[in-house]
């Protein structure tokens, strides 16, 4: 199989599985990206997903241009004509946190689908690059977009106007990545952090992500307003009133996302 779904607990990790194809995305995988968030997104017991790679060279190198032909359809077919969309990042608009494993090369659409997750951890090997203007195009999964947003326009230019690589270290200069670990503690610390967001109230967390993925596009004033509005819609849930029992009483709380 191209892609490995798995549970442990409240975490799902998908893991993209063409090592011999440095994890590169083709129809089949795509596919089953978009099934794969579905999937969490509809089991109550997923509280955060981690994505990773195969093997220890790359996390995802992106199209696989060897099996990836272009479309039969026309442009407007694409846009207007298809239920599901055949779009990288396709189903990843869920309010359930995403953490990304990157162990090794994430370029072109690799880095895009690093970039849509909410928590990046590399490994210290890893590398990082946008470069497809070197083969005359341009990032076509958001890679323009959210870039600048996560670590401002002038790193973000540098590294979309020459294609070239840059490493874990160069990344987490950057604010790319949150940490930069050794390549054997990777999935393991990847999944400490999964394993702690799983822990919190699901609704808070979902809802936490949802006000800074929405807020970030609105003037401040206005997602100030929206923060208001869901804080007074979880102010008195089920879990809220759990936390504070299980606070006072010394214990660890038990969430049950309502």
């Given at each position: 199989m191209s892609l490995l779904y798995e549970k442990r607990g409240g975490v799902a990790i998908v893991t993209l599985n063409r090592p011999e194809a440095m994890n590169s995305i083709d129809t089949e995988t795509r596919a089953e990206l978009r099934d794969a968030w579905r999937r969490a997104a509809q089991d109550s017991e997923v509280r955060c997903i981690v994505l990773t790679g195969s093997g220890e060279k790359a996390f995802c190198t992106g199209s696989d241009l060897k099996k990836t032909m272009p479309p039969k359809e026309s442009t407007a077919q694409l846009a207007f004509g298809q239920v599901d969309s055949n779009h990288l990042l396709a189903g990843m608009d869920i309010d359930t946190p995403f953490i990304c494993a990157i162990n090794g090369y994430a370029m072109g659409g690799g880095m895009?689908?690093?970039l849509a997750c909410d928590v990046r951890i590399a490994s210290d090997n890893a590398q990082f690059a946008l470069s497809e203007v070197r083969i005359g195009s341009i990032p076509g999964a958001g890679g323009t977009q959210n870039l600048p947003r996560l670590i401002g326009r002038s790193d973000a230019m540098l590294m979309l106007l020459t294609g070239e690589r840059f490493d874990a270290q160069e990344a987490l200069r950057m604010g790319l990545v949150s940490k930069v670990v050794p390549q054997a503690q990777l999935l393991d610390t990847a999944l400490t952090i999964a394993d702690r967001i799983a822990q919190n109230a699901p609704l808070s967390v979902r809802a936490v992500k949802r006000l800074v993925r929405d807020g970030s596009s609105l003037p401040l004033?206005?997602?100030?307003?929206?923060?208001?509005?869901?804080?007074?819609?979880?102010?008195?849930?089920?879990?809220?009133?759990?936390g504070r029992r299980a606070f006072q009483e010394k214990?660890?709380?038990?969430y049950r996302g309502r």
């Open positions: 895009e689908l690093a004033d206005q997602a100030i307003a929206m923060e208001s509005y869901v804080f007074s819609m979880l102010r008195d849930t089920e879990d809220r009133i759990e214990r660890p709380p038990v």
